[in-house]
């Protein structure tokens, strides 16, 4: 299980760096016009493991704040993957 769990967090830390990038980047390309990040792929990266990366985009870079989606979807996928990881690891402990 160790093997699995030190995957499990190289994911999760490369997933939030990704989308934490993804929404600066968003921002700068809507200040230049540019090709946007559709709001359906930030949502995706925030649902696969990325929502900590998405919630922080979000405060740094003050991009989507505004979107009722992003403002009250990011923190809810948040809480709802907290919420899991804290069943999945009592599971583990308890056995």
Not at 43 to 64: C, D, F, N, P, R
Request: hydrophobic residues 50%; contains cysteine; aromatic residues 16%.
């Amino acid at each position: 299980m160790e093997e699995f769990q030190k995957y499990l967090c190289i994911y999760l830390i490369a997933t939030n760096v990704l989308t934490f990038f993804a929404y600066g980047i968003d921002k700068w390309k809507a200040r230049h016009d540019k090709r946007r990040i559709t709001e359906a792929a930030l949502l995706l990266l925030a649902i696969i493991g990325g929502s900590i990366g998405a919630w922080l985009g979000m405060k740094v870079w003050h991009h989507k704040t505004l979107h009722k989606k992003f403002k009250y979807g990011i923190p809810l996928i948040l809480l709802v993957q907290v919420a899991v990881a804290i069943y999945f690891a009592g599971e583990t402990f308890f056995r």
